[in-house]
C-alpha cells in the first residue's frame, strides 16, 4: 500500500495573518493567545505538530494557567515530544524576565504605605514558588525599601527563620523596619500556630534593637494575609 505523506504542520504554511511572528508585528502582543506567544519563542515543532501545538501541550501539562507554568521543572517539559534544552530553557527564561520586569517596575516607587504594597512586591519572589520560603524587606526611616532577602528555604510544608540572621541583615543594612513574610504553596492564607509563635519571637527581639516589625504577610496564589491588617501583630 502507498504511503500517504501528512500535511505538513509548518506553522511557514499558514496564512501570513495566522502566524504568530507575523500577527504580533501587525495587531500587537495584545492580540496573541497565550499558545501563540509561547510559539514564537518555540519556533518550530516536530513533523507531527506545530509550534502552537506543542504551545498548547506545555499549557495543558501546566493546567492552562501561566502560574502553574511558572512553576514547572524544565524536566517536565522535556517529556514533551518536541521540546529539548534549548527550547524548555527558553521558556524558563521568559518566564523569569516577566518576573524582572515587574520587579523593575515597583522599584519606580519603591516605598511601602500599606500591607498591599508589600504584597504586590512580595508576589514576584513568592507566588510561583513550589516550596516555602521565609523572607524579610528591609526598610528605612522614610519606609522605602533598602534590601530583599530570602532568610530560609524550606520544603512544600514549612521552613525555619532564624532572628538571628534577620537581625543580621537588618543591622548590615542599618534598616529601622521590617516587614517578614514567607508563602503558603498549598494557596492556604491562615496563618498557623507556629507563623504565629515566631512573629511574637521576632517582634520582642526587634524591640531590643529599636527596630519596628510593621507586618507579616503570608503569600499565596489566593492573595495574601496581613498579621497587621488582622490585628494579630
Known amino acids: 500500500m502507498k504511503n500517504v505523506n501528512k500535511p505538513s504542520t509548518s506553522i511557514k504554511n499558514w496564512s501570513k495573518d495566522d502566524q504568530p511572528s507575523e500577527k504580533i508585528m501587525i495587531h500587537g502582543a495584545e492580540s496573541l493567545s497565550n499558545a501563540e506567544l509561547l510559539a514564537i519563542l518555540i519556533r518550530n515543532g516536530n513533523k507531527e505538530k506545530s509550534a502552537v501545538e506543542l504551545a498548547m501541550e506545555i499549557l495543558q501539562k501546566s493546567k492552562n494557567n501561566l502560574n502553574e507554568l511558572g512553576k514547572i521543572d524544565p524536566y517536565e517539559l522535556k517529556k514533551i515530544k518536541g521540546i529539548g534544552n534549548i527550547k524548555s530553557v527558553t521558556i524558563l527564561a521568559a518566564l523569569e524576565l516577566g518576573r524582572r520586569r515587574t520587579n523593575t517596575s515597583f522599584l519606580i516607587k519603591p516605598v511601602i504605605t500599606s500591607s498591599s504594597d508589600a504584597a504586590e512586591y512580595l508576589k514576584q519572589f513568592m507566588c510561583d514558588l513550589p516550596y516555602e520560603i521565609f523572607a524579610v524587606i528591609l526598610l528605612n526611616r522614610a519606609n522605602k525599601i533598602i534590601h530583599f532577602e530570602v532568610i530560609s528555604k524550606g520544603g512544600i510544608t514549612g521552613t525555619i527563620a532564624d532572628p538571628r540572621i534577620i537581625f543580621k541583615y537588618a543591622l548590615e543594612k542599618m534598616a529601622t523596619s521590617i516587614i517578614l513574610s514567607h508563602n503558603h504553596p498549598s494557596g492556604n492564607l491562615k496563618p498557623s500556630k507556629a507563623d504565629e509563635e515566631i512573629t511574637k519571637k521576632i517582634k520582642q527581639a526587634a524591640s531590643f534593637l529599636d ?23
Open 211 to 233: 527596630i519596628t516589625i510593621l507586618d507579616h504577610i503570608i503569600i499565596s496564589e489566593e492573595g495574601y494575609f496581613s498579621f497587621m491588617d488582622e490585628g494579630i501583630l
